[in-house]
């Protein structure tokens, strides 16, 4: 009988601290950049160069006790509420070892031409596993792009500090430090709900010349994409959530267009350009090509100016020294790859044909 008794008190005891172990409930994620108080999933943007973290916020509870939420980072506001956390130091030793794996969602294709329905999953986002920004649940971004990696070249696009970012991040409970499977995990939103807008973003601005609205920034590092006619802006029939329009204007991707007129503050359906000038290539300047006369910077052309080749926008940025518009002067563009700067002489290498310059909004 005392066996007995022994054994039954050695379960019941196993029980109860079986329900008042952690178990862990949900995660999100939330940034804070350098100068900030408050670590939110809000959408805003930094200035160039900024420090920003990113932290898991752990929810968990023990048995049916409250949720309880852990986070490295405080205060915290979630969805614009603030959110009462503890620090990561007070989850329970019960619970083991904590440990996050942190992604990126990023377009799983750089770029494709003539979208349609039955392209459309072209679009798609994926999470790419980034282990350089180690396994604790705060980091710091190192503003790297991972959906690259497959190709044997950096794409230069994605070498920009800048742009939009999204983090997914899985924190799972692990035994013993040695514990290579987590007892139990939980993951934040990530690609298979982004385009419900579930996983947060913020955006760096790159160090545009003034004259160049600085939510162009917001366009960089996107998949560049085309659309047919028949589905663009929108169509019945559509697959995915949002309509090619709605795509862009949310900053999902970005086309050709959309990346240009963003540079003066206009949109893919309102450019907000004048009419179209035509201009030819003259040895290393781009002339008017009715009369021949140069373009000169301040005059004729100005930083936030496009060039257009057919479906083809360069964004003009600044000029190289001599005054006039050359083939040496800096452009950005989206064009079959995420946006990138160049001298117009590499942008429009092989390209012959008509050139137009449209001229932004004052």
């Known amino acids: 009988m005392v066996l007995v008794a022994a054994v039954a008190a050695a379960v019941e005891l196993w029980t109860v601290r079986q329900a008042r172990r952690p178990h862990l409930v949900s995660v999100r994620v939330v940034f804070r950049g350098a100068g900030e108080r408050v670590a939110s999933d809000a959408l805003r943007s930094f200035p160039p160069g900024s420090a920003v973290e990113a932290a898991a916020v752990l929810t968990y509870r023990r048995g049916r006790g409250p949720l309880r939420h852990l986070c490295a980072l405080a205060p915290v506001q979630l969805a614009g509420h603030p959110l009462q956390v503890e620090p990561v130091s007070s989850w329970p030793a019960s619970g083991g070892e904590l440990r996050a794996s942190w992604y990126t969602v990023e377009p799983s294709l750089l770029?494709?031409?003539?979208?349609?329905?039955?392209?459309?999953?072209?679009?798609?986002?994926?999470?790419?596993?980034?282990?350089?920004?180690?396994?604790?649940?705060v980091t710091r971004l190192d503003f790297a792009s991972r959906n690259d990696d497959f190709l044997a070249r950096t794409v230069a696009g994605n070498a920009l500090p800048a742009g939009p970012f999204r983090l997914k991040v899985r924190v799972g409970s692990y035994r013993t430090a040695e514990d290579l499977v987590a007892t139990e995990s939980v993951s934040s939103p990530g690609a298979d709900q982004v385009f419900s807008g579930a996983v947060p973003k913020?955006?760096?601005?790159?160090?545009?010349?003034?004259?160049?609205d600085p939510r162009l920034s917001a366009h960089l590092r996107l998949g560049c994409f085309t659309f047919r006619p028949e589905v663009w802006p929108e169509a019945a029939g559509w697959p995915l959530p949002l309509s090619p329009a709605r795509l862009v204007s949310e900053g999902f991707v970005t086309t050709p267009l959309a990346f240009a007129a963003a540079a003066g503050g206009g949109t893919a359906l309102e450019p907000g350009w004048g009419a179209a000038a035509e201009v030819a290539v003259a040895g290393i300047e781009l002339r008017y090509r009715r009369g021949g006369a140069p373009l000169r910077w301040g005059v004729g052309v100005r930083a936030g100016d496009v060039l257009r080749w057919g479906e083809m926008y360069l964004v003009l940025l600044?000029?190289?020294?001599?005054?006039?518009?050359?083939?040496?002067?800096?452009?950005?563009?989206a064009w079959e790859e995420p946006a990138r700067l160049a001298p117009?002489?590499?942008?429009?290498?092989g390209k012959d044909g008509p050139l137009q310059l449209l001229r932004r909004g004052a």
Do not use: Q
């Open 111 to 137: 770029a494709w031409r003539e979208v349609g329905p039955e392209s459309a999953d072209k679009l798609a986002y994926r999470d790419f596993l980034a282990p350089e920004l180690g396994r604790g649940l």
């Open 202 to 212: 913020i955006v760096v601005e790159f160090p545009f010349p003034p004259g160049i």
């Open 318 to 333: 600044e000029d190289d020294g001599d005054g006039t518009l050359s083939l040496a002067d800096v452009a950005v563009f």
């Open 344 to 349: 117009l002489a590499l942008a429009l290498r």
